[in-house]
């Protein structure tokens, strides 16, 4: 007779959270979290509370009706909303989590149609568009690990004012974008200028005279690349030219901007196919 074992049961993900703020957006509150047996009791946020579910499923009452998140859904809370949150399957779930002031999101709003309103409503408490859900995603990845000031803003007004726009109650007329040519070059002479310094939307906005929303637009529609990632691309450029004149890679690091060794290695080789240390070899070529 075959002794026919049962499949082994999957052990459920260890619960653990890591929290943390982020200074240049007025201290805005993060959290990345696995939860299986912790069950939130009934609460509000003087915030909005929005994330994104990671794994598994989240059940939480809200409004008087219990609603459930499952992977790659985004859910919103509204300030002031009474809600509670549990595990809605045994392996629990995990998630990313905003907590913006409401003025952060009046804020996006204004940038869109230029009128200062009240705070955006959204009327559906989980909400499916796996794209936005992605790019909610890797904002919250940047705002924990993206030591670029210009990337974290830049993703954060873009990514908020989509939400606004995709699913708010009353979405707002967006002005059209006019021809900004001007006020392009005057960033990309200023980036030019001080790739290997930080620098922030507010002060490309600032020098160009435009709302940040419509400078990245413009800057976008017109060189291809959002800002932060036009900034990247010059300081791997200058990398390369400072490698080639025999520098030390820690020394062209600290040159160029990036916070060290490590960051320049990972953009280096996202942008060009090989490591610092492959383009300083004697007679190395750049893969086509």
């Given at each position: 007779?075959?002794?026919?074992?049962?499949?082994?049961?999957?052990?459920?993900?260890?619960?653990?959270?890591?929290?943390?703020?982020?200074?240049?957006?007025?201290?805005?509150?993060?959290?990345?979290?696995?939860?299986?047996?912790?069950?939130?009791?009934?609460?509000?946020?003087?915030?909005?509370?929005?994330?994104?579910?990671?794994?598994?499923?989240?059940?939480?009452?809200?409004?008087?009706?219990?609603?459930?998140?499952?992977?790659?859904?985004?859910?919103?809370?509204?300030?002031?909303?009474?809600?509670?949150?549990h595990a809605?399957?045994?392996?629990?779930?995990?998630?990313?989590?905003?907590?913006?002031?409401?003025?952060?999101?009046?804020?996006?709003?204004?940038?869109?149609?230029?009128?200062?309103?009240?705070?955006?409503?959204?009327?559906?408490?989980?909400?499916?568009?796996?794209?936005?859900?992605?790019?909610?995603?890797?904002?919250?990845?940047?705002?924990?690990?993206?030591?670029?000031?210009?990337?974290?803003?830049?993703?954060?007004?873009?990514?908020?004012?989509?939400?606004?726009?995709?699913?708010?109650?009353?979405?707002?007329?967006?002005?059209?974008?006019?021809?900004?040519?001007?006020?392009?070059?005057?960033?990309?002479?200023?980036?030019?200028?001080?790739?290997a310094h930080?620098?922030?939307?507010?002060?490309?906005?600032?020098?160009?005279?435009?709302?940040?929303?419509?400078?990245?637009?413009?800057?976008?529609?017109?060189?291809?690349?959002?800002?932060?990632?036009?900034?990247?691309?010059?300081r791997v450029?200058?990398?390369?030219?400072?490698?080639?004149?025999?520098?030390?890679?820690?020394?062209?690091?600290?040159?160029?901007?990036?916070?060290?060794?490590?960051?320049?290695?990972?953009?280096?080789?996202?942008?060009?196919?090989?490591?610092?240390?492959?383009?300083?070899?004697?007679?190395?070529?750049?893969?086509?």
């Amino acid at each position: 007779m075959v002794n026919r074992s049962s499949a082994p049961t999957q052990s459920p993900p260890v619960e653990q959270t890591k929290f943390w703020r982020d200074p240049n957006l007025g201290n805005l509150e993060l959290l990345r979290a696995t939860y299986v047996t912790h069950a939130f009791t009934r609460h509000t946020h003087e915030e909005y509370a929005i994330g994104i579910i990671d794994a598994g499923v989240e059940e939480f009452n809200y409004q008087g009706d219990i609603h459930r998140a499952t992977t790659n859904n985004i859910v919103i809370v509204h300030p002031g909303e009474v809600h509670t949150g549990h595990a809605g399957v045994p392996m629990g779930w995990q998630y990313r989590m905003f907590y913006p002031d409401v003025t952060l999101l009046q804020q996006a709003l204004t940038e869109l149609d230029g009128t200062l309103r009240a705070m955006p409503y959204f009327p559906q408490p989980v909400i499916q568009d796996p794209e936005l859900a992605d790019r909610l995603r890797r904002l919250h990845i940047a705002l924990e690990q993206s030591e670029s000031r210009l990337e974290c803003d830049s993703r954060f007004l873009c990514t908020f004012a989509e939400l606004i726009m995709r699913h708010a109650d009353r979405r707002p007329w967006i002005r059209p974008d006019g021809q900004e040519d001007q006020a392009v070059q005057q960033a990309l002479e200023y980036l030019n200028c001080h790739y290997a310094h930080s620098v922030s939307l507010e002060q490309l906005a600032a020098l160009t005279n435009l709302k940040p929303l419509r400078l990245l637009r413009s800057f976008q529609r017109s060189i291809g690349l959002p800002p932060h990632a036009y900034l990247i691309q010059l300081r791997v450029t200058r990398a390369k030219e400072l490698l080639k004149q025999g520098l030390s890679i820690a020394q062209v690091a600290f040159d160029t901007g990036f916070t060290d060794q490590s960051h320049l290695n990972r953009h280096f080789k996202r942008i060009t196919g090989i490591t610092p240390k492959q383009y300083r070899l004697p007679g190395a070529r750049m893969p086509h």
